[in-house]
């Protein structure tokens, strides 16, 4: 069983639809991330969480809303996508943000803007 | 200037080759470096960190030179089973920044 678990791993959703990314890690980390990975192009950082408090949002359009209830789970909302936001989100933690050293991934959630 | 730099590959070696890949970073300010692994459809995984003074597991070398502020990852004896892009990440006052990938595909 992967540490980091997310869900769903696929999602298909119109322009106008709202839906959730969840993820959830059981490596007892304080920091979670998500990032972006569309073809071609390397991961972009999206946020960050240390012990619950975003503390970075690399300049994200509002269209992407985080959520972080506890220091194990992490949602990503989405509404109003547009068709180029189609791209493989991948969850992170680690142990302290501001200690960034190994990040465990989880497997992804690839969405599909149409 | 890119962050981070690494040979745009992808490389095809025959199973029992040598390859390097090589990666250049631009903040001189950067603390730490890693090679991670990502495999078709699935998410990266550290491989491993790279150290000043050079570090081996196994078939893995890496180094580091920072003067030239240069990350290079040595894979001896290749495997099918090395088949995989490999990502070169730097760390810059704890933000880490990945590469593109290099692609690496090992032919029997």
């Known amino acids: 069983e992967t540490g980091v678990t997310q869900t769903p791993r696929h999602l298909v959703m119109g322009m106008t639809n709202k839906k959730s990314l969840k993820c959830e890690q059981h490596?007892?980390?304080?920091?979670m991330y998500w990032y972006k990975q569309s073809a071609k192009k390397p991961l972009e950082l999206m946020f960050v969480y240390n012990f619950k408090e975003q503390t970075e949002n690399n300049s994200v359009p509002s269209r992407f809303s985080p959520e972080c209830p506890n220091s194990s789970h992490l949602f990503l909302h989405l509404h109003t996508l547009q068709p180029e936001d189609s791209a493989l989100y991948l969850c992170?933690?680690?142990?302290?943000?501001?200690?960034?050293?190994?990040?465990?991934f989880g497997e992804g959630s690839r969405l599909t803007v149409l | 200037r890119k962050e981070v730099e690494q040979d745009p590959g992808p490389f095809n070696v025959p199973e029992g080759a040598t390859v390097a890949f090589n990666c250049t970073y631009s903040n001189s300010a950067s603390q730490s470096f890693f090679w991670y692994r990502q495999d078709c459809r699935k998410e990266p995984k550290l491989l491993m960190s790279?150290?000043?003074s050079g570090n081996e597991d196994g078939r893995f070398t890496a180094q580091l030179n920072r003067a030239s502020q240069y990350i290079s990852l040595l894979i001896r004896d290749s495997k099918l089973s090395d088949s995989a892009t490999y990502l070169c990440v730097v760390n810059t006052a704890s933000r880490l920044t990945f590469g593109e990938g290099t692609q690496l595909t090992v032919n029997p």
């Open positions: 490596l007892g980390h304080n920091a």
């Open positions: 790279v150290y000043s």
């Open positions: 992170a933690s680690s142990q302290d943000a501001a200690k960034t050293g190994e990040l465990f």
